[in-house]
């Protein structure tokens, strides 16, 4: 009885310990080092960080609440609080998602899909390939989420085809992991793949005035990538044997699906063409123009071509991420402003670290560990102001450590709360927690290890030295 009361009042006790700690921040002595603002904006931060965590309200409703809390504790006033929603990364991150409803609402993703996975429609173990590697490479270009969207009904086609047995059949479960974890391993390649990466840039160039461009994020993560997708597919052929010998049902399907699409409309040659140009632009032209910039000008050449309507965009767009992203953003200005930030790193871990080397290692771990339990997009945005404060501290770039939070915070593997690529996994009713948690595990590990590896041997070699 006494659990059930507890499991029943649990959201009110999480927001009774919440109001408790903020209240106990904000009128207890400030301690040495400390501002006033500084208290105050820790104690949002908190705050932010217990609904987060516990999320018994949501995510955007906790960022709308830090962004009313500091101009009412005369933190930040309320008119730069406000104005930190006009950042380039909320526009970027905005335009993005409107542009990756195009690609799904033209159809143009499926017909990709299926026109490229008929391809690998050969034999269990190339077409398990093929479900890692395209969600993978469709993730370099739009959110992982919409890819993983777009991809499900796919593969439980294949599923249904093959006959395969939900929860029983290993090919069953390496098809759906393989697919959940090419999109998140994908989704790290560049800015498009999730928004964590525009947010936490966004919070280095607020917080430091510097940036990092489109294509040496891209240079920097695509090893890791790469390495992690053929461990991936190694991981799958070994945990989940195929119980199958071939897969020419599935064949068949795929090639009477890509038959019934028909030749490629007006609408899907003239995105895909939009996109291409859009992408070129962000490699050659994002320093000079910006990545918002160029984002928005597609979205509105899209629009200008009516090759998108308002009331779909409406339909498909995240509207409370965008509310998230820039409270994210509020928050990590405020807490380097108010020297919170300095004053947090100075208490907790600067003094056990010994090189610039060792703290790229503690913040990845950090990052890698946390993603698992909360929102990829809340680890950015919790960490983000700790790791600009360290580089700082340690005289290092800002640049390795925002890429120390932002890369490894997006390999969410075990968890549906990590990513909705993984929580889409989980609704085939093929996956179990311990089906993902076995081969999960051993993939954070090999992530945390092989992106410090490139960290330190490759990095420097493109301008990220310490």
Known sequence: MDSFLLAKNYRYIIILVAIFLFGLMVYMPAPEGLTDDGKKALAIFVLCVVFWVSQVIPLMITSLLAIILFPLMGVLPADKTYSLFGNQAVF???GAFILASSVTRTGLGNRVALIVLKWFGRSPKILLLGVITLP??????????????MMFPVVVAISASLELKPTKSNYGKALFLGMAWGCVIGGIATFLGGARAP????ILQDATGESIDFIKWSLAALPTVIVMLAVTYLLLIILFPAEIKDVKRAR???INRTACVGKMKRDEWSIGILMIVTILSWICLGKKFGLANITLAAVVIAFVFKLLSWKEVEEDVNWGLIFMYGGAICLGSALGKT???HWLVDITISGSIQSPFTLIMIISLVAILMTEA????????LLMPIAIGLAIDFSINPAITTLAVAVPSGLAFILPIGTPAVAIAYSSGFIKTGDAFKGGIILNIAAWILFNFFAYFYWPILGLGW
Do not use: D, K, R
């Open 92 to 94: 970027f991150i905005l």
């Open 374 to 381: 909360i929102s990829n997009s809340a680890v950015v945005a």
């Open 136 to 149: 993978a490479f469709f993730s370099f270009w739009m959110s992982e989420h919409a890819v993983a969207a």
């Open 252 to 254: 068949i399907l795929l």
């Open 199 to 202: 947010l936490a840039v966004g």
């Open 339 to 341: 020297g919170a930030t």
